[in-house]
């Protein structure tokens, strides 16, 4: 015990001479709140909280009352009890209705947002939602719609529509364990989905609202940009200045994607780094020209003021996603480090930038983009860290192509599992396609898009618009290209839960710490994730949540019940799966047989039937028989089952299902609600009783 005793002092003892290269584990273990409190598998109650708010009490009285060696333990507990609390608070700020059933029939809202659906269709979000035969209390917030009728339609920002639309509460995963619609639709407070094929009918457009004009100059702004840039050109352009991406078609986006450039399209801290840079260098080398300013001012802070300024308004103009207001957050934060006569890329600000974005929206933490953000800037910071120690040795010619391979690698190396872990693909030439687009964009493409905007009220922007036109051109060409070349993509399987926090740690442990043993662990963390990653093993029989589709795992990959429908969960089914193959060709592979809605397989001694159309019920009761695994997306109509029987009414109670080999023999059945738990936002029951709406 005294040996015991005398381990944990030295272990306190270290800690309390580290305390001052602390602070970038700050958001690291106020992170570890966040995710405590989204894994958890029940909506926490209010014990829960009262119990974390005491224990945050008492970790502050010790952080300030303690002796010295319990001031970074108590400091670290408190920071993953706010983080908890923080993310529980959120949740309840943002708590709104959320459609309690299909509905079809009228909707009438106001135009905030325009965006392409996944199926590569215009579509509009809309707020002031009325629906008939839904109380206004019960009425959803936000509702989005995807337009699929051939009328033609051009929307307008803050336009007043009215639309017949099939609308539903935003969906569940499509497998147990998948990617949850539902959580990122509560945090944007988006209570509905759905689609129409019927006209819009345009109503009278009401006077500015909240917000409103900001969309309006934007979608404005777009338009122009696009009219005078043909084609894709002209809608990347629009969607890097502006942030409206309606006019990117799919193809584009798929090249972007399968390239490794899909970050260019998104404003990000790309964007938002090489607008606020190319001011303040602007700024600041402009005020050098003339001395008699540069001599009285201090020039740098006043080339920061600018650039924050810009950013601000590139904030303002983009719209408010969560993208843009992470990197603006990053952007200030370092901005405000000049301002301060402080380091202004430096873990400490990239630590400050975090915790900022996670107090603000703490469901980032689970987001893409959030990891890929400030995983890609830490690598960068650590990476330059150790160029500046070796740069001298380079040819000073040289030393620009090497910093910038230096950086592409850094950053790609970094994000890659993270790229693979949520979109299921590694871009194979993402290096080479990001070495030849992103100098274009920011020594052409981005330069010229400010400068075309400081020349337009002039009447001068056409030169500038030219080049930022060409240099698009450039990008979507790279992108094309190298997304054409054999092997560009390469699918990978949807790892485990667990191994993207290990991958992270192990990363964290590497980059910010010194003594061996902590770096040791963070080898081990990386090699247990990335042999965990290998090990991944998919379900042998997935079923879709209204029971449309079905799918069987084969030796030649998984088999679909269907060649059609149901197209997005077959997708993600097989994205995850790290399968390459398209619906058709899934369906090809022959597992399946039998005639249109009556579908049948083998699994084992079990025989699988896929039932769909009105005439399921019907035909359910003749296959039906001991033996049989039954799925139709119709409601079972006779007495107690002899098949195991999954109609539409109970998968309505469980969500999507996936059976696997079980470890005692026979299969074992997961499914998503339960693996999602009964959270605010996929518990409909929950939601009434917490919420009262």
């Not at 339609?153 to 990617?179: M, N, T, Y």
């Not at 639709?185 to 209570?191: T, Y």
């Not at 040795?393 to 790609?412: D, E, F, M, T, Y």
């Not at 997935?542 to 429908?565: N, Q, W, Y």
Request: with cysteine; aromatic share 6%; hydrophobic share 50%.
């Amino acid at each position: 015990m005294a040996a015991l005793t005398r381990a944990l002092g030295a272990v306190l003892d270290d800690l309390a001479a580290a305390r001052g290269a602390a602070m970038p584990w700050a958001p690291v273990l106020f992170s570890v709140g966040i995710a405590a409190f989204f894994l958890a598998r029940q909506e926490p109650g209010q014990g829960a909280f009262l119990q974390a708010g005491a224990g945050l009490a008492a970790a502050m009285a010790l952080r300030f009352r303690g002796g010295e060696r319990w001031q970074l333990p108590a400091m670290g507990a408190a920071l993953i009890l706010a983080g908890f609390l923080v993310a529980g608070l959120r949740t309840q700020i943002v708590a709104g209705p959320v459609l309690a059933d299909r509905y079809y029939g009228p909707v009438t809202g106001r135009i905030v947002d325009i965006d392409r659906s996944f199926s590569d269709q215009l579509r509009l979000t809309l707020d002031g939602v009325a629906l008939d035969i839904v109380a206004p209390a019960r009425t959803p917030r936000l509702v989005r719609v995807a337009l699929h009728g051939d009328a033609p339609f051009v929307p307008e920002p803050g336009q007043r529509v009215r639309v017949i639309a099939h609308l539903s509460p935003p969906d569940g995963p499509v497998e147990p364990g998948g990617f949850d619609f539902q959580r990122i639709a509560w945090f944007e407070g988006l209570g509905a989905v759905g689609y129409t094929r019927k006209p819009v009918e345009s109503l009278a457009l009401p006077g500015d609202g909240p917000g409103l004009w900001a969309f309006r100059v934007r979608m404005a702004l777009s338009r122009l940009m696009q009219e005078r840039m043909e084609g894709q050109a002209g809608a990347f352009a629009a969607a890097l200045m502006t942030g409206d991406r309606s006019g990117v078609t799919r193809d584009t986006n798929d090249a972007l994607r399968n390239s490794n450039l899909s970050h260019l399209i998104s404003i990000s801290g790309l964007h938002m780094g090489l607008l606020s840079g190319f001011v303040f260098a602007l700024c600041r080398y402009g005020l050098a020209l003339a001395p008699p300013v540069a001599l009285r001012l201090n020039t740098k802070k006043v080339a920061a003021i600018a650039a924050l300024l810009a950013a601000t308004f590139y904030l303002v103009l983009a719209g408010p996603s969560v993208a843009t207001r992470r990197a603006y957050v990053m952007a200030a934060v370092m901005l405000t480090a000049v301002l301060l006569d402080r380091r202004a890329i430096s873990l400490r600000s990239v630590a400050i930038a975090a915790m900022i974005v996670l107090l603000i929206e703490p469901e980032s933490l689970v987001e893409p983009g959030f990891q890929m953000s400030f995983g890609a800037t830490v690598a960068l910071i650590v990476a330059f860290g150790q160029w500046t120690r070796v740069s001298g040795r380079v040819p000073a010619v040289l030393r620009p192509v090497a910093a910038l391979c230096l950086s592409s690698l850094a950053a790609g190396t970094a994000t890659l599992p993270i790229a693979a872990a949520h979109f299921n693909r590694i871009a194979e030439y993402g290096l080479v396609a990001n070495l030849a687009a992103v100098p274009v964009m920011g020594m052409a493409v981005m330069p010229a898009g400010v400068i075309a905007a400081l020349l337009a009220p002039l009447g001068l922007a056409a030169p500038a618009l030219w080049v930022m036109e060409e240099g698009c051109r450039f990008i979507l060409l790279v992108a094309k290209l190298v997304a054409g070349l054999d092997g560009a993509v390469v699918p990978v399987p949807a790892p485990a839960g667990w191994i993207l926090p290990s991958l992270g740690l192990g990363a964290l442990l590497l980059a910010l710490t010194r003594p061996p043993w902590l770096r040791g662990l963070g080898v081990l963390a990386l090699a247990g994730g990335l042999v965990g990653w290998t090990l991944a093993d998919r379900p042998l029989l997935l079923i879709a949540d209204e029971g449309t589709l079905v799918g069987l795992m084969t030796p030649s990959g998984r088999a679909l019940s269907k060649a059609k429908g149901a197209g997005f969960v077959a997708s993600s089914w097989l994205e995850d799966d790290g399968d390459a193959a398209d619906q058709q060709a899934a369906h090809d592979r022959g597992a399946f047989a039998g005639p249109r809605g009556q579908a049948t397989a083998r699994l084992g001694a079990l025989t699988i039937w896929h039932l769909t159309g009105k005439t399921a019920p019907q035909r359910a009761g003749d296959v039906c028989v001991p033996g049989a695994i039954v799925v139709m997306d119709g409601y079972w109509r006779g007495g107690p089952p002899a098949c195991r029987l999954f109609d539409a009414r109970a998968l309505a109670r469980t969500g999507a299902l996936a059976l696997s080999p079980a470890p005692g023999g026979g299969l074992a059945l997961r499914s998503a609600r339960a693996s999602g738990g009964h959270r605010l936002w996929n518990d409909r029951t929950l939601r009434a009783f917490r919420l009262g709406n």
